[in-house]
């Protein structure tokens, strides 16, 4: 069973902790890999992979790291968990690996691994770490899959790449939206998320 302690680390990134709808953090990968469901499910698989696995290195050799190198050490790590996702979903998901581009290379510039290996895996042991990895991986995940959920849907009337509006919806003239495909309408379906959670939070709060 998990402690209170162990249930906050994970749950908390969910909601009033959100690295992305709270800490607007990792923003940019949110923006430009939830044209489609499935390339955000493998993105936010693999931040969260690196991001728990970087935190329980760091975590377990914080003490021997000089303070002078402490960034070069964490991103070398990062990179190396970096190069091992890349590669993996080049021998096993080929396509989705080139849908997703350079974009997980760019892992290693994510805000969001960086802050938490400076603000908790620097200073917690690796259990708590590994779960502060899983929980604000989640956290990223659940706005990517929420944003590529209905750009996806909206703007091309499928899901994970299978079509899900009925052939007859669009004989009774409705169209797919392709402005939900362009870039813009990714910042803007996230800031309608933003909305929902400061107004529900703030709601819980009422109560």
């Given at each position: 069973?998990?402690?209170?302690?162990?249930k906050?680390?994970?749950?908390?990134?969910?909601?009033?902790?959100?690295?992305?709808l709270?800490?607007?953090?990792g923003i940019?990968?949110?923006l430009?890999v939830?044209?489609?469901?499935?390339?955000?499910?493998?993105?936010?698989?693999?931040?969260?992979?690196?991001?728990?696995?970087?935190?329980?290195?760091?975590?377990?050799?914080?003490?021997?790291?000089?303070?002078?190198i402490?960034?070069?050490?964490?991103?070398?790590?990062?990179?190396?968990?970096?190069?091992?996702?890349q590669?993996?979903?080049?021998?096993?998901n080929?396509?989705?690996?080139?849908?997703?581009?350079?974009?997980?290379?760019?892992?290693?510039?994510?805000?969001?691994?960086?802050?938490?290996?400076?603000?908790?895996?620097?200073?917690?042991?690796?259990?708590?770490?590994?779960?502060?990895?899983?929980?604000?991986?989640?956290?990223?995940?659940?706005?990517?899959?929420?944003?590529?959920?209905?750009?996806?849907?909206?703007?091309?009337?499928?899901?994970?790449?299978?079509?899900?509006?009925?052939?007859?919806?669009?004989?009774?003239?409705y169209m797919?939206?392709g402005?939900?495909?362009?870039?813009?309408?990714?910042?803007?379906?996230?800031?309608?998320?933003?909305w929902?959670?400061?107004?529900r939070?703030?709601?819980?709060?009422?109560?």
């Amino acid at each position: 069973m998990l402690s209170k302690r162990s249930k906050e680390i994970i749950f908390n990134p969910f909601s009033k902790e959100n690295p992305v709808l709270v800490q607007v953090l990792g923003i940019c990968s949110t923006l430009a890999v939830t044209v489609s469901l499935e390339p955000a499910i493998v993105m936010s698989i693999s931040v969260m992979a690196v991001l728990a696995f970087a935190n329980v290195i760091i975590s377990l050799i914080r003490n021997t790291i000089p303070p002078t190198i402490r960034i070069i050490v964490q991103l070398v790590v990062v990179a190396a968990l970096v190069i091992m996702v890349q590669q993996f979903l080049l021998a096993y998901n080929y396509d989705v690996s080139k849908k997703l581009s350079v974009f997980i290379g760019l892992i290693i510039t994510n805000c969001i691994l960086m802050g938490r290996l400076e603000a908790f895996a620097m200073h917690n042991k690796p259990w708590p770490s590994f779960l502060d990895g899983i929980g604000n991986g989640l956290g990223y995940g659940i706005v990517l899959v929420i944003v590529g959920f209905f750009r996806e849907l909206l703007g091309s009337g499928s899901l994970m790449g299978y079509k899900v509006i009925p052939q007859c919806v669009y004989d009774a003239g409705y169209m797919d939206n392709g402005l939900m495909i362009l870039p813009p309408m990714a910042l803007i379906v996230v800031a309608c998320v933003i909305w929902v959670q400061r107004a529900r939070d703030k709601e819980l709060q009422e109560k």
